[in-house]
Nanobody
Framework: QLQASGGGLVQAGGSLRLSCVASGLTFDDYVIAWFRRVPGRQREGVAC????????DYGNSVKGRFTISSDTSKNTVYLQMNSLKPEDTAVYYCNAVALATGLKVLNYWGQGTLVTVSS
C-alpha cells in the first residue's frame, strides 16, 4: 500500500528527498506521516501532512530543515531533508491514517528506507 524510497548516504549538511507512494487507497482521505527509528531508541515522529486540507506539522528536531509536501495527482508524499545532521541517521517510515465509516481506523505502514548522515 505504501512504498518508501529515497534513503541513502549523505554528508552532514547535505540533502535528501524521501518519497512515499500510496496505492490501493483513497489518498485524499489520509494523513500521511514520516516517522524514524534508531535501533535501541523510541520511534520519533518527523512530519505529517493532511491531504484533505494541506496542513502540516513537524517534530521539533527537524523544524526549519525538513519540508513535507504532497502531490495528490501522483499519490505521493515527499520529505525534503536539508541541512542533515548525523543525528538524523535512522530508518525512515511513512504511515497513512484515516477514519472510515463507523470510526474504523485505517492505518498503513510502508517499509523503511535507511538514511545515513556521515560527519
Amino acid at each position: 500500500q505504501l512504498q518508501a524510497s529515497g534513503g541513502g548516504l549523505v554528508q552532514a549538511g547535505g540533502s535528501l528527498r524521501l518519497s512515499c507512494v500510496a496505492s490501493g487507497l483513497t489518498f485524499d482521505d489520509y494523513v500521511i506521516a514520516w516517522f524514524r527509528r534508531v535501533p535501541g531508541r523510541q520511534r520519533e515522529g518527523v512530519a505529517c501532512i493532511s491531504n484533505s486540507d494541506g496542513s502540516t506539522d513537524y517534530g521539533n528536531s527537524v523544524k526549519g530543515r525538513f519540508t513535507i509536501s504532497s502531490d495528490t495527482s501522483k499519490n505521493t508524499v515527499y520529505l525534503q531533508m536539508n541541512s542533515l545532521k548525523p543525528e538524523d541517521t535512522a530508518v525512515y517510515y511513512c504511515n497513512a491514517v484515516a477514519l472510515a465509516t463507523g470510526l474504523k481506523v485505517l492505518n498503513y505502514w510502508g517499509q523503511g528506507t535507511l538514511v545515513t548522515v556521515s560527519s
